[in-house]
């Protein structure tokens, strides 16, 4: 059973940066596709960002260019650093992970591990 914890979610004015780690444990870390989420308050989960084994990434459009996720094997831990936030960025940010993508890589319903999540907050 892997088990995902996020961290490093906090307050930071519009401009600003901040990096999100995600440590995993249970599974063959270099092994997984590695993935973050996002979820506003009133809105649907959607997909940030995506890492496959191999170092491949891909990026939702709204974030393309300011974020960049990467991945640590020997740490068993992937990242997310935000650069240029934005208040439409403020939302919960979700880690999740799967040994592969059962859908699309951009679906949540791809995956079946999930972290609990960590609040980022982007003041105007």
């Known amino acids: 059973q892997v088990q995902l914890v996020e961290s490093g979610g906090g307050m930071v004015q519009a401009g600003g940066s901040l990096r999100l780690s995600c440590a995993a444990s249970?599974?063959?870390?270099?092994?997984?596709?590695m993935n973050w989420f996002r979820q506003a308050p009133g809105k649907e989960r959607e997909f940030v960002a995506h890492?496959?084994?191999?170092?491949?990434?891909y990026y939702a459009d709204s974030v393309k260019g300011r974020f960049s996720i990467s991945r640590d094997n020997a740490k068993n831990t992937v990242y997310l650093q935000m650069n240029s936030l934005k208040p439409e960025d403020t939302a919960v940010y979700y880690c999740?992970?799967?040994?592969?993508?059962?859908?699309?890589?951009?679906?949540?319903?791809?995956?079946?591990?999930w972290g609990q999540g960590t609040q980022v907050i982007v003041s105007s």
């Open positions: 999740a992970a799967d040994r592969y993508i059962r859908n699309s890589y951009s679906s949540s319903s791809s995956y079946q591990y």
């Open positions: 249970g599974g063959t870390f270099s092994l997984y596709v």
């Open positions: 890492i496959r084994s191999g170092g491949n990434t």
